[in-house]
């Protein structure tokens, strides 16, 4: 038995030791509150700044704070220069991605350690264009003035942009228009990463794509049937036929039907979605099948990331793969989705065209959730 001056010594560790982790609890929680109303701190929008009266001016969407799509303007800004590496784009149309709305408003609040916080560090709106080169920096060699291109450059829904030769950046095909090859950079190198790199899908194999009617799930059904493929796709009944026109074997309406309790299995399943559980697909997974997560759910905060989290953490106890596909642009992917497009086996699928200065009506649309296929602006 311990005698007094122990008991007393060992009750003197315990509040110290309780006070020390009461202390730590205090300062996370603090520490949390105040990154919390860091990152979710919404600055004033500052006053556009005019280009010199020397330099030469081009219209651009603009945004100088995170917010509703009101907070975007068409303003007069400077006409880039290309550097040595570099081609001048004359734009002729861009495309709409749920990226934009993200950066344009700075959520999920965690995106904004690197896009600014409180106002945005990059100034510029969109991502994907096409339009003819202008002219080339004096060490370029891919590309000449005249060439048709189509590529992935942040500043899209603009006149003009600069681009690096080496970086996302190919030839439009022949047979497709401005519009078309500008509604692909983001969307169709999402799906072909996902069903190739990621998926492994080889030909004869069964995929599901759930979301086949939006930008992504469209070039992923007429990819995956490129790669021969058996494929079906989940959308709304509004949409069934369209999909079906692009190439899906089958269609299911998932206001009728759901695909996890319908006895089917498939050796991979791509995910735009997220509307049953992983453990529900992993019924409909083939024993060594793929799940492939593209996008997150809703929220500034946890949302969008709580399928990513579950997936890491339920992996590696089942034998099927559930895996998070993050797209890098490269131009290799691109010169392969021109050669599918050239051969006609990839036609994008265009929902609604606008104007330049009607890009925040557009973005409305795209973050309703329901185009089908992509939404272009078209500069022309």
Known sequence: MMDNEEVIVSSKMKRIFNKIVGIFIVLSVAGISVLALVLSHNSPCPPAASPADNTDAMKAIVYRCYGSPDILELADIAKPTPADDEVLVKVKAAAVNPLDWHYMRGSPYIMRLGTGLGKPDETRLGVDFAGTIEAVGKDVKQFKPGDNVFGRKTGAFAEYVTIAEDRALALKPSNMSFEQVASVPIAAVTALQALRNKGQLQPGQKVLINGASGGVGTFAVQIAKAIGAEVTGVCSERNAEMVRSIGADYVIDYKQENYTENGKQYDLIIDMIGNHSLSDNRQVLTPEGRFVIIGGGKG?????????????????????DFILLMAQMRQDDLNTLAALMEAGEVTPVIDRRYTLSEVPAAIRYSEEGHARGKIVINLE
């Open 300 to 320: 500034n905060w946890i949302g969008p990331l709580m399928g990513p989290i579950k997936a890491s953490v339920y992996s590696p106890f089942v034998e099927q």
